[in-house]
């Protein structure tokens, strides 16, 4: 009944919106609400396998294909096509090799990784109902998000729970719920939060008000240090420097910055939230050496899988078969070795382009530092390659930036647009003219 009324609602708003891609967005959700409720998992057959967000694009495309009339855009910049191109190769490398890979052709990993962050970038780049505050509205709602998840890992921490999926996080090797300490929010490990956690520490430098910049930092550098994550801890600190020497704010407001980056740090020293981190960076030999095997494993049999890899998952076996004591922790070199070394190094190259030019030609530097930071986030754990919450945040990041260079062209291309007073002032001259 509820269900059913959702729906209806979620139907009728559709009706009555005028913009197209509005009213095929409604009529989506109300299918993702409805479809689920009726079909259970038995009826859904093979498209169980897919993940949840590929299934409700899916259905996205089918609605838009049917409502949108005219021709789109084409892609904001030539950036924008080269990330395109790279990951289209990639995703060709990763279909073939799994199809002639020794594993299991396990393709429906593939659209979840590649294909529907892939479709996805390219309709925000096409979209020609795209408004003017299209990327403020995606940058703070993964703010609210991340500074949600933060809160939410306090809260963990002072109950000693987890609280949410306890139960699924029982088949993780890793996780021992009368051992484990480290905060984890409602995503699937706490490497995937403090990959949420500090790339939103830039973006929360770019809101205007003060108190709520400082506010966030604070939060989502609380939650940062319990996820004792040694990588993220270390860039966050580069974060909060990036607030004082790598913005134009006025030196008030980077004063009050450098007295909030004094007094958190104070607090989180004083306080039992830094334990979990400093006995995480206390033990970190171990975990060093492992990832420091792993890297000098795939350095060494490199020859082996230059164009094509081993198929989707397949780093995995690695582990299973005793030649690394862990998974790879690496999402380049996972991806190398299941894809091909080459279409990956041309992925990840395209992505770092795409960082330094955002850097370069963005009007605030605060997403092409949040992009820097999941790239670099993406080599220090599994992160892209596997089904968890790291692709979309990476990909929601690599949209944010090219929409981001492509606005910043086109409003340089258009030039200011005239006040009022200048217009008027025109006319006046072209009359006395006439």
Do not use: H
Not at 29 to 48: D, E, F, H, Y
Not at 202 to 221: C, G, K
Not at 301 to 314: A, E, K
Not at 392 to 401: C, G, K, N, R
Request: glycine share 8%; net charge positive.
């Amino acid at each position: 009944m509820i269900f059913g009324s959702v729906c209806i609602v979620l139907m009728a708003a559709a009706i009555w919106t005028r913009r197209r891609s509005d009213r095929a967005l409604l009529i989506v959700v109300a299918l993702a609400v409805l479809i689920p409720s009726v079909a259970r998992p038995p009826l859904m057959g093979p498209l169980s396998l897919f993940a949840p967000q590929t299934l409700f694009l899916a259905m996205y495309l089918a609605v838009r294909a049917l409502m949108t009339s005219g021709r789109p855009r084409p892609p904001g910049s030539r950036l924008a096509t080269t990330v395109t191109i790279a990951t289209i190769l990639l995703l060709i490398a990763a279909v073939v090799s799994t199809l002639l890979g020794p594993g299991p052709r396990y393709l429906p990993g593939i659209a979840d990784s590649l294909v529907a962050p892939l479709v996805l970038f390219a309709l925000v780049m096409r979209d020609k109902d795209r408004s003017e505050t299209w990327s403020q509205t995606v940058r703070n709602g993964l703010l609210g998000l991340a500074v949600f998840e933060s809160f939410l890992a306090l809260v963990q921490f002072g109950t000693g729970r987890v609280l949410f999926f306890e139960t699924a996080r029982q088949e993780f090797w890793w996780y021992t719920s009368n051992q484990f300490n480290r905060a984890t929010g409602t995503l699937d490990s706490p490497l995937d939060l403090a990959m949420l956690l500090l790339v939103a520490l830039p973006l929360a430098v770019m809101t205007r008000r003060s108190w709520v910049r400082i506010t966030a930092m604070f939060i989502l550098t609380a939650g940062i240090a319990l996820t004792a994550s040694r990588l993220a801890i270390g860039l966050s600190a580069a974060a909060w420097l990036f607030a004082l020497l790598g913005t134009r704010l006025s030196i008030g407001k980077k004063a009050s910055i450098a007295v909030a980056a004094v007094t958190s740090l104070i607090v989180l020293l004083q306080t039992d939230l830094a334990q979990t981190a400093l006995d995480r960076l206390g033990g970190s030999v171990a975990s060093s050496e492992v990832r420091g095997t792993a890297v000098s494993y795939m350095l060494q049999n490199v020859s082996d899988f230059i164009f094509l890899g081993y198929g989707y998952s397949r780093g995995g076996s690695l582990r299973d078969a005793g030649v690394l004591a862990s998974s790879i922790e690496n999402a380049a070199l996972s991806f190398a070795y299941d894809f091909g070394a080459l279409p990956t190094a041309l992925w990840f190259l395209a992505m770092i382009l795409l960082a330094l030019v955002a850097w370069r030609v963005a009007e605030r530097r605060g997403l092409a530092l949040a992009l820097a930071f999941g790239l670099v986030m993406a080599v220090g754990y599994s992160s892209l390659s596997t089904r968890s919450a790291a692709t979309p945040i990476f990909w929601t990041l690599v949209t944010l930036a090219a929409v981001s260079i492509a606005d910043s062209r086109r409003s340089t291309q258009e030039g200011p647009t005239p006040s009022a007073g200048q217009a008027e002032v025109g006319r006046s001259r072209s009359l006395v003219r006439r």
